[in-house]
């Protein structure tokens, strides 16, 4: 079984947000860099435990500059067998997931693997675009995910609840929390990692269509209000008739 | 054209859906024209969309619709959106407009921006639009330089305005592929509104000490129709459903009032609830971060506060209905 499982370069959780060059660039001095948190700990952690349980190849792919090798190394040390880097810095989900289709129409992938959003544009649009290019079913949000032969069960969250769904192979899917649990790179895994194969290719040439061209910080909150604990019908009073919210 | 794909729940239309209709009739106003609105599979009261603002409701009848396969929709959407010469679609930034959003930025070429909360504007010819982005930390405003635009709309950021009446449903024939995900089964907490939703949420965090204190914060819940919510060290111990995990590695929600009872306010719960109207912290110590965020704070212990809010507001509430 072949698997691709597309990742993201995103700021750590608890990075600074600030922007540079007149508000049009995301400030990156200072800030910590991670695979985005869905891509690693659900989407790579579960492709890896099919191939455990399946055989087969898991390959890791990221859209993006020289810089982001780290983060794909990390991949690797994981457990990943193989990765591949587009040497573009993208500006586009659109972008991003023509990219990927391209190099995966050549490589006829069992299941193409997505996070569900990444946390820095929270668009959750990759997958479903991977999967349109490349005309194959999606299943969004997975929670669980498993095989047999050909057919896998999913279960995906939805508003309130969750769905379950079944669908032949090939398929692209994106992961949620529920897929799998953390993996902590061991010692040897980082030894491999240096050894195995990252292959940089260029992109195929994309115009984009939509692009995020300035960005501001939300308003600062201003100080609390404390309510005396022993003053709930105050807190009640100000909830209605200042905060206008019940 | 603008034209809003509104989703059903069992062949009903929810808030979201009137939310959905605001928004598209928003839009076409600043557009300079028209806002229809696309249903899909079993429908009941699709009229009634004309409220809000279409000037028309295209219906695509068909029973194997009722289920969602992105794929299928995908083709059923662009393909209506081409023969009505629609400019700009927009759907919910649900769990089915996410499965669409980017299926229909490559069927029709398309720009697309997910999750909007404001209205687009024509800036000297360029539409340019806001959304929320690092996890609430930041708003980006994007350019759409395609002629086609794609955009999802964040839940709750836009409230449902009656502007009309009725209006005349169209059947629209277009031929349904047959699709490739099968749905065996659908799961809903039934009677609670689910959280994306949700204009009034409780939340509760570590400081419950354990699954068997949580009828404290039901009894508070319940007295305000709110739906409960959690910190995810509390799901991950499975002391609530995953589902009701909020924060940035679980649903970002935005609802009119949090109140978040014994949760610190690490950075990573923050990002799911800042963009919350309002927020009460009930946390017996003052040092706690979530104070930094909430705009009514508690400074107390949460087995004696959260019966006493509840009190009040049940007190409050009878004097409402009387
Ligand atoms: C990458 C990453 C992603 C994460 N994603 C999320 C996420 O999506 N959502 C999330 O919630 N967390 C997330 N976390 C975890 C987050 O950092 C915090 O650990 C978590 O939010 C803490 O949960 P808590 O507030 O319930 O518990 P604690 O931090 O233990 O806080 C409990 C609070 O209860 C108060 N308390 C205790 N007893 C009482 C009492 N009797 N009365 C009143 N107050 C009381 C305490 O003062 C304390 O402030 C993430 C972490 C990482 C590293």
Avoid at chain 1, 76 to 87: P, Q, S, W, Y
Avoid at chain 1, 103 to 121: L, S, V
Avoid at chain 2, 31 to 42: I, K, P, S, Y
Wanted: charged fraction near 20%; aromatic fraction near 6%; include cysteine.
């Amino acid at each position: 079984m072949k698997i691709l499982v597309c990742v993201s370069k995103t700021p750590e959780t608890t990075a600074r947000i600030a922007f540079t060059n007149g508000n049009t660039e995301f400030d990156s001095s200072g800030v910590q860099f991670i695979m985005n948190p869905y891509d690693e700990w659900y989407a790579l952690v579960r492709a890896i435990e099919l191939q455990e349980a399946h055989g087969g190849t898991v390959t890791i792919i990221n859209v993006g500059p020289a810089e982001n090798d780290t983060v794909i190394r990390k991949g690797l040390a994981i457990g990943a067998d193989e990765a591949v880097r587009v040497d573009v810095s993208p500006r586009s989900a659109l972008y991003v997931a023509k990219q990927i289709a391209e190099y995966a129409r050549e490589q006829q992938f069992d299941i193409i693997f997505a996070g569900k959003e990444t946390i820095d544009h929270n668009g959750s649009e990759v997958g479903a675009m991977v999967a349109e290019y490349l005309d194959m079913p999606f299943i969004s949000f997975a929670t669980t995910l498993s095989l047999e032969g050909e057919r896998a069960t999913i279960s995906r969250e939805i508003e309130g609840g969750e769905e379950v769904q079944e669908v032949n192979l090939p398929f692209v899917v994106s992961a949620a929390k529920g897929m799998a649990e953390q993996r902590i790179p061991n010692m040897r895994g980082i030894m491999m990692a240096k050894k195995k194969p990252l292959n940089v290719i260029p992109p195929v040439p994309f115009e984009d269509l939509a692009v995020a061209t300035s960005y501001t910080l939300p308003p600062a909150k201003t100080a609390v209000k404390l309510v005396s604990p022993d003053n709930m019908d105050e807190l009640v009073r100000l909830l209605h008739e200042e905060a206008k919210v019940i | 054209m603008v034209l809003v794909l509104v989703e059903t729940q069992k062949g009903k239309f929810r808030k979201p859906a009137f939310e959905l209709v605001t928004y598209g009739y928003q839009t076409a106003q600043v557009l300079g024209t028209e806002c229809a609105a696309l249903v899909l599979g079993t429908a009941e009261g699709a009229e009634e969309l004309g409220k809000y603002g279409a000037s028309k409701v295209y219906h695509v009848q068909d029973s194997s619709l009722d289920t969602m396969d992105s794929q299928v929709y995908a083709a059923v959407a662009s393909q209506a959106a081409s023969q009505l010469g629609a400019k700009v679609v927009v759907i919910n930034h649900s769990s089915t407009g996410k499965s669409l959003l980017g299926r229909l930025a490559v069927r029709l070429n398309a720009g697309s921006v997910a999750g909007v909360n404001g209205l687009p504007v024509l800036e000297g010819g360029v539409f340019k639009v806001k959304k929320p982005a690092f996890s609430g930390k930041a708003i980006s405003e994007y350019e759409v330089t395609s002629d086609a635009k794609v955009l999802s709309l964040m839940g709750n950021s836009f409230q449902p305005k009656v502007v009309g009446g009725p209006v005349a449903v169209e059947k629209l024939d277009i031929d349904v592929p047959a699709g490739r995900v099968v749905s065996r089964e659908m799961k809903r907490v039934e009677g609670v509104t689910p959280l994306p939703e949700a204009e009034l949420v409780v939340s509760g965090g570590r400081g419950l000490k354990g699954p068997e204190n949580w009828g404290i914060l039901e009894d508070l819940a319940e007295a305000i129709g709110a739906t409960t919510a959690c910190s995810r060290p509390v799901a991950d111990a499975d002391w609530r459903p995953h589902h009701e995990h909020v924060g940035q590695t679980g649903i970002a929600i935005r609802p009119n009032l949090y109140i978040a009872i014994g949760i610190s306010g690490a950075i990573q719960h923050l990002a799911g609830v800042n963009n919350s109207q309002t927020i009460v912290v009930i946390n017996k110590d003052p040092e706690a971060p979530f104070f930094k965020a909430a705009d009514y704070g508690v400074v107390g212990d949460l087995f004696e506060v959260v019966p006493r809010l509840t009190e009040a507001l049940r007190k409050f509430k009878a004097e409402q209905a009387g």
